[in-house]
């Protein structure tokens, strides 16, 4: 019930953040202006709902440290995003032949920070999150990565192998990256990171979606390069370079998070420890 709960409570800033944003049309300051105040809605909703339905404090986004957890993750993911550009475009796939638009990367900003925080709070704080307690991170690692994937399959330019893309690349590094650090700003900074950097700078296609162009001028000067390489019409995101980097990122969140013992074992049932605690 608490699942529903909290999914429904963040779940309808998330949709209304959303429909404004579409009705703004990517005008600048109003994507900017509706970005910032779905980030300022949803936090303290998640964070209320968390309270209300596991009488809990939620540190998972405690304000302390969170700019610097933030900053890294931001800086990751848009490292990791120019590893994967610039790889493509060392084959041909892409070049920056001038300056984009300002306006399109000021409307990218609050759009692209408005979907990161959305979606970690949904699919890393609630789904994640709670499916992990009953039963253990691994299932709930590939379980909320297989969602996170489909979830994209309703996106412009959707492809089988792009949801599958994803669902590996993003849902299992995010998700990695969650367990490591046990708060969501980490998450957060990455996935608003990559999806900047790929969006509001390099000016490529993100997950399929069409967008205004962004810092530079992006182009693909050998069209007939594999989709593979490139990851055609749903962007970078679909190729393999990206699947390999964001792969061996997941596995080094992996590593860390086993050696802070954040690792959950597979549970069966928690009324053994329970009792245990209760004997004693």
């Known amino acids: 019930m608490r699942f529903l709960k909290q999914l429904l409570a963040v779940g309808v800033v998330s949709l209304v953040g959303g429909r404004l944003m579409l009705a703004a049309d990517w005008n600048a300051p109003l994507s900017l202006g509706i970005g910032a105040v779905t980030i300022l809605l949803i936090l303290p ?19 302390q440290g969170a700019p610097v957890r933030l900053g890294l993750g931001a800086l990751l993911g848009a490292g990791l995003f120019a590893a994967v550009i610039v790889n493509i475009a060392f084959l041909g796939g892409y070049e920056a032949d001038g300056f984009g638009s300002a306006g399109g990367t000021v409307a990218l ?22 499916i992990e307690e009953r039963t253990g991170t691994w299932v709930a690692l590939t379980l909320s990565a297989l969602v996170f994937g489909l979830a994209h399959l309703f996106n412009e330019h959707a492809t ?20 490591a650090t046990r708060n969501l700003w980490v998450p957060i900074g990455l996935h608003f990171g990559w999806n900047f950097a790929a969006g509001g ?20 000067p050998d069209p ?47 009324r053994p420890a329970a009792t245990a605690t209760l004997a004693r």
């Open 45 to 63: 909703v998640y964070a209320w709902v968390v309270r209300r339905t596991e009488k809990r404090e939620p540190v998972e986004v405690a304000v």
């Open 160 to 179: 089988l192998w792009g949801a599958i893309a994803i669902a590996i690349e993003a849902g299992g590094m995010l998700g990695a990256a969650y367990v």
């Open 224 to 270: 007939s390069l594999s989709s593979l390489i490139t990851g055609g019409e749903f962007g970078p995101e679909a190729s393999l370079y990206t699947v390999v980097f964001c792969t061996i990122v997941t596995v080094v969140f992996l590593r860390l998070a086993r050696r802070r013992g954040n690792l959950v074992p597979l549970r069966r049932s928690a």
């Open 201 to 220: 700078v390099f000016s490529t296609t993100v997950s399929g979606n069409n967008a205004p162009e962004g810092l530079l001028h992006g182009v693909n």
């Open 109 to 130: 900003l609050g759009f692209m920070a408005a979907a990161a925080v959305t979606e970690e709070v949904m699919f890393r704080g609630v789904l994640f999150r709670i």
